[in-house]
């Protein structure tokens, strides 16, 4: 089986100390994602628990002779040294975070703990690479017709796990504010743009995969090895400006129309704590072709694909203003996606190219197959022809100066614990 | 004027106690490139000096208070604090550099002198994301005519700055050896593709921009201020498969027909060193668009391009056993560039993208107009079709197993040393 087992640590009869974290719909002690944040003026490395953050360090004082090299994990300003770790290593500091939790606490666990809504959450770990993958099947179809009717989903879709290499620079931590681009731009059909800001600025909803990397330069990581370079899952908004996308776009790809920001949540939740919500890679459509064999791993057919639940909410200046609760418009699933995370590693890896600690893939927009599974708002809105309209009467083609987009994801199955990827967020500014 | 100015440093007359650097055709004291490497198991930062590379430490110590700042880039272990430097520091660093080298040495001196034969030299500095340009309009129409023999040139082509995000994590420094990469190929026409070692493995002359950037995220570099972000220039191959790219490249753009190895050369060659190779950007053809403001500084124009000649040549392991020289393929020219960098620093951060030092552009393939200016093999053999013919009477359509490339490039001009940007290097292997 790929990936991490189900262990104690899922246990849904786990008693934790922390104040509210019993029954927490997002983080109890079963979830247990790790996260970077700053309180009192320092950076530290953390674990999300209820509604608090409990810094690392903590439980450096805990640790055995056999766990010695964790110390410099615990005592880190962040998780750069987290997801440097190999798979069995990550497994055991969820097993030491869980001890900690359900034990007696000590005299000074308390004063680890932060309350969530007093800190600032950082991206959780330096991004050395950020690669955006396409797999999201129905965004993939349904963006395509908007360019190609003829032919939306191009020959190479079903074989090759699609992708480019984003921006790492401009990827923020959720609640950044999301300041609208400028570009150059063309009507349709022109042949000379002008500069303004973007009037098409999207939202894409995606999974952000971070990779623990360490393949040589040169060294394929085979697919059966893949699933333990994956850590954890988070939230992933690649923000789109639709004009400065579809001018610049050809003949290499997105550029500006991406990277000025993209927004993860702050928490990744790991690869352990999704042991219980791994589900078999949803079937192909007959005719569809088999993966090819660097790609096809029957472990990772059987158990590869995550069964995490996915939103988009958005809320209008006046709707905040007016204490509405913002409206979700979009609503799909790990499931939709064509290509599982260890067949995205084994393929980005497959050419030599090394992947490093800190790698962040973006799944590519998760859209569901029904209309209120769509990632983006160039899927809702038929590519910009049809407005949706909001609870409120407001009505969006693109984002608005003043909106913010809310992505959030969980999981549940019987028998264990609900868990949250939490959220990411972003207001849009001129 | 856009850059730094030319001063005492470029001096002719200079004279440099270090054996051999008076009239070194690459690296005279009038140079003074930037370089990390390894020496006697440590890393250091250090400058090219003929035949020599000097570790920077020695400098330390010659640092009155004015100067303190630059303490930690002198004893660095590579050039990550230097290319963090504003401008006005990095010269004032060149500047150190030249009085020490041209004023009677130290006795602890030419314990800092290392043949550079005798080292190891690395990546400069860390690359923080890696961008790919697509200026090299001679590339541009020859390689578009192969994909649309109707269209060459794309309508954005002479608007937009074209680029894409590439792979940071796997630019190497000359002389590391090339692994043939694999990957999913598909026969021209053919729906289905095998995976096999690519056939069609080919070399991309460019030009590294070495860059500092600082700008926050959502504030543009405005043009005027862009030329100070060029920390400096080197050498880039960046090698391509040419069939993994063509089945994988649409609609996203290249990924892993690029991103298996990127070779830079060890040298960045300072903007302050360039001074005097600074040229007026070529005039663009009648008809062609001016380019927008955001593009265009009269400063720019009048001295944003670089008259840094280029070749490629190539030794084949057959040459190589014979003690046969390396077949210069191509020559070409800064010049040859239809963007400058200030141009690309601007278009690159005009939608808010936060550059950062460490930042590496490729300029795109320089090609120059001539048929011996292709700056790949997909150019010479007409996409694949004609072979070239080596001095030897080998042939070659793309690159075998043993062929090594080497990229050169140099500055000439009356009045001034010749300065070299020396080489990158790689070998393919299988």
């Known amino acids: 089986m790929p990936g991490p087992r189900i262990d104690r640590t899922h246990d849904q009869r786990l008693r934790c100390w922390v104040p509210g974290a019993m029954g927490h719909q997002d983080f109890p002690v079963q979830n247990l994602p790790m996260c970077s944040f700053i309180a009192a003026g320092r950076s530290r490395a953390g674990v999300l628990i209820g509604d608090f953050v409990l810094g690392l360090e903590c439980l450096g004082a805990t640790l055995g002779d056999d766990d010695a090299d964790l110390r410099p994990v615990?005592?880190?300003?962040n998780l750069d040294r987290f997801v440097a770790l190999p798979s069995h290593r990550r497994a055991r500091v969820r097993a030491l975070i869980s001890d900690y939790l359900t034990s007696d606490p000590g005299p000074t666990a308390k004063q680890a703990l932060f309350a969530s809504d007093e800190v600032k959450f950082t991206v959780p770990a330096t991004v050395t690479d950020f690669s955006d993958f396409f797999a999201g099947i129905h965004h993939a179809l349904t963006a395509g017709r908007f360019f190609r009717p003829e032919e939306p989903l191009l020959p190479n879709y079903k074989h090759v796990p699609i992708a480019y290499?984003?921006?790492?620079?401009s990827v923020v931590?959720?609640?950044?504010?999301?300041?609208?681009?400028?570009?150059?731009?063309a009507a349709h059909g022109?042949?000379?743009p002008e500069w303004r800001a973007s009037r098409r600025l999207d939202f894409e909803l995606e999974l952000a995969f971070w990779i623990s990397g360490g393949n040589p330069l040169g060294e394929p990581i085979p697919i059966a090895e893949a699933g333990d370079k994956l850590v954890g899952v988070g939230l992933l908004n690649d923000w789109s400006a639709r004009d400065i996308q579809s001018w610049e776009t050809k003949p290499l790809g997105p550029f500006l129309g991406k990277s000025f920001l993209t927004t993860v949540s702050p928490a990744i939740v790991t690869a352990e704590a999704l042991a219980p919500f791994r589900a078999p890679q949803p079937a192909?459509?007959?005719g569809d072709p088999a993966p090819l064999p660097y790609l096809f791993d029957p472990a990772d057919q059987d158990a590869g694909a995550f069964d995490?639940?996915?939103e988009v909410a958005l809320a209008s200046q006046a709707m905040r203003e007016r204490g509405e609760e913002p409206a979700v418009l979009t609503r799909s699933s790990g499931l939709d996606l064509y290509w599982t995370v260890a067949q995205m590693i084994a393929h980005h890896s497959s050419?030599?190219?090394n992947l490093r600690a800190g790698d962040v893939f973006g799944s590519g927009t998760v859209s569901g197959a029904a209309p209120d599974g769509h990632g983006s708002l160039l899927e809702h809105t038929g590519g910009g022809r049809s407005p949706i309209e909001l609870p409120n009467g407001e009505s969006r083609l693109f984002l608005e100066d003043g909106d913010e987009v809310i992505l959030r994801g969980w999981c549940k199955r019987d028998g264990f614990a609900r868990i949250g990827l939490g959220e990411a967020r972003g207001i849009i500014f001129a």
């Open 308 to 310: 995490i639940q996915l």
């Open 173 to 185: 931590a959720s609640g950044h504010p999301v300041r609208r681009p400028s570009g150059q731009v």
């Open 165 to 169: 290499h984003g921006r790492s620079s």
């Open 74 to 77: 615990f005592a880190a300003r």
């Open 351 to 353: 050419n030599g190219c």
């Open 190 to 192: 022109a042949t000379a």
């Open 284 to 286: 192909r459509d007959a």
